[in-house]
């Protein structure tokens, strides 16, 4: 994404930007309590390795981080959009349309007998395009049809799931074998002995790190999350800056998508389920405000492989069942919210 170029008057600016620099320099208590996540991911792990030995071997790692690499993705969006005040719970039922839109389309181009690597660049780019679509929908509605962002995105969860349900007709929209084959790298491969999935997060993590810190957007963006009004005062371009918030986090949605597909080759209605709350729980356990205004990327990536690191516990020992993964998130949003409350 492209920092904003605005023609706006350098003083306004430095100002929102300003402000939004005071909340982000934190006190050495602040930095003692960014290093959280860091220190709870260090404990988890160290009680993973003491619970089942296999929890360190370096196959199972690679397994959590490219488990993580799907959510981290929609997380680094997600983690713009909750910074800036607003909030996305559509993003599951979003990467579930977007992979039966996108084998849809991969499956009709081959009836034009074109090479399987075009018509998986083709339908990359068509995931891209939808998802930021998607986004900018979600963006116009809540700036300028001036809804709730929890209204908004409450009603296409349920808008895009029931659309991919009457595209599958119930059942699953499966990939043409040939283009399935051709594809499978995308997920099954490895570039170093890291997946290439992990190696997409990664370099999404830097560029969106890269543009909350270092450009006039991301400091829009926290100024916006810390005061809207002030920040319209100092002639941000509030509405903009939001809805690219939310068109950034639908092509996140598109690019987590494009991994996925090859994974199964298929999409179904439970396809994404809860990950709008994955992508959310990482992002608070990662120390951004649920109100907005303060938060990092590299929390973010935190939080995100730290619920990774839940379930894999979970799934390795036997302390509680998988089937409440989803239970344990909850418990920790409602926990990572309560404590920040207190806070303020």
């Keep these: 994404m492209q920092p904003e170029q605005s023609s706006l008057p350098e003083a306004p600016a430095a100002h929102a930007g300003g402000r939004a620099g005071r909340h982000a320099a934190p006190s050495w208590r602040g930095r003692l309590h960014g290093l ?3 220190a709870g991911l260090v404990l988890l792990c160290i009680a993973g390795t003491l619970l089942n030995s296999s929890f360190a071997d370096i196959d199972n790692i690679m397994n959590v981080l490219t488990r993580t690499a799907f959510i981290g993705i929609i997380s680094v969006g997600m983690c713009f959009v909750i910074i800036s005040g607003g909030i996305d719970l559509s993003v599951g039922s979003m990467a579930a349309l977007i992979a039966g839109s996108m084998i849809l389309v991969m499956n009709a181009l081959t009836a034009f007998a074109l090479a399987p690597m075009l018509v998986i660049v083709l339908g990359m780019l068509f995931a891209l395009a939808l998802g930021a679509l ?5 963006g116009l509605l809540i700036t300028r049809g001036r809804i709730e962002p ?8 349920g808008i895009f799931r029931a659309y991919l349900t009457y595209l599958s007709d119930g059942g699953a929209i499966t990939l043409n074998m040939d283009v399935s084959d051709a594809y499978s790298p995308v997920y099954y491969g490895s570039l170093l002995g890291i997946p290439v999935p992990v190696w997409v997060f990664i370099a999404i993590a830097l560029l969106g790190g890269l543009v909350l810190n270092r450009t006039a957007f991301g400091r829009y963006v926290q100024a916006i999350g810390s005061n809207e009004q002030v920040a319209r005062y100092a002639a941000v371009n509030v509405d903009k800056t939001k809805t690219l918030t939310y068109v950034l986090l639908g092509m996140c949605v598109g690019i987590a ?3 996925y597909v090859p994974r199964l080759g298929s999409a179904s209605p439970t396809t994404g389920l809860l ?3 994955e992508a959310i729980a990482a992002v608070i356990v990662g120390g951004t405000a649920l109100k907005g205004g303060a938060g990092t990327m590299t929390g973010t990536v935190v939080g995100a492989i730290l619920l990774s690191v839940i379930g894999n516990i979970l799934n390795l020992t036997s302390i509680i069942s998988v089937y409440l993964n989803a239970a344990v998130q909850g418990f920790v949003i409602i926990i990572v919210a309560f404590l920040q409350r207190r806070r303020s």
């Design 257 to 259: 998508t494009v991994l």
């Design 36 to 38: 959280g996540p860091v």
């Design 275 to 277: 990950w709008e709350l």
């Design 150 to 157: 929890f209204i908004v995105t409450l009603g296409t969860l």
């Design 134 to 138: 998607l986004g900018l929908a979600h």
